[in-house]
């Protein structure tokens, strides 16, 4: 689910902490980002259903990204992307979408729903992170 890194030594983007919350229901494939998110500098938080994502981004408000599946089992992501952009904040919150629908009318209706940017599963790290960076300011 998560693609190693690439071998050309391209240096990764630095991270201090940030927080990112993944919303995804698959507990592999969470375990899997959120360790290669980890050993780069970043705190991972994890929801399993986006009605969780969106209550926990309402009790920590130091959440910088969320990176979110959309096929979930109660709200979709398209929903839950609806939801986030309804919090305090959530307008400016970047949100990735992080799905095995990968084709570019699948990215195409993503940015269309105020998702900030789409990442297809398997997932590049090293690509993930340049988005989060940049994402993240």
């Keep these: 689910m998560v693609e190693p890194s690439g071998a050309h030594g391209a ?3 630095s991270f201090d902490g940030e927080k990112v919350l ?3 229901d698959d ?3 969470v375990f899997a980002l959120g360790s290669a998110l980890a050993v780069r500098g970043l705190t991972p938080l994890h929801a399993a ?6 209550a926990l981004l309402r009790k ?3 959440i910088r990204a969320v990176l979110l599946d959309i096929a979930l089992p109660d709200l979709d992501g398209y929903a839950t992307t609806a939801g986030i952009r309804e919090l305090d904040g959530g307008d ?3 949100i ?7 084709s570019a009318a699948d990215r195409a209706k993503c940015l269309a729903a105020g998702m900030d940017e789409h990442v297809p599963k398997p997932v590049d790290v ?3 992170l340049r988005v989060l960076r940049t994402l993240m300011g």
Excluded: C, K
């Design 11 to 13: 240096a990764h983007p």
């Design 22 to 24: 993944i919303v995804d």
């Design 27 to 29: 507990p592999r494939g």
């Design 49 to 54: 259903t986006g009605g969780d994502g969106i």
């Design 60 to 62: 920590d408000s130091q």
């Design 92 to 94: 400016t919150l970047p």
């Design 96 to 102: 990735i979408a992080v799905t095995f629908e990968s």
């Design 126 to 128: 090293d690509h993930l």
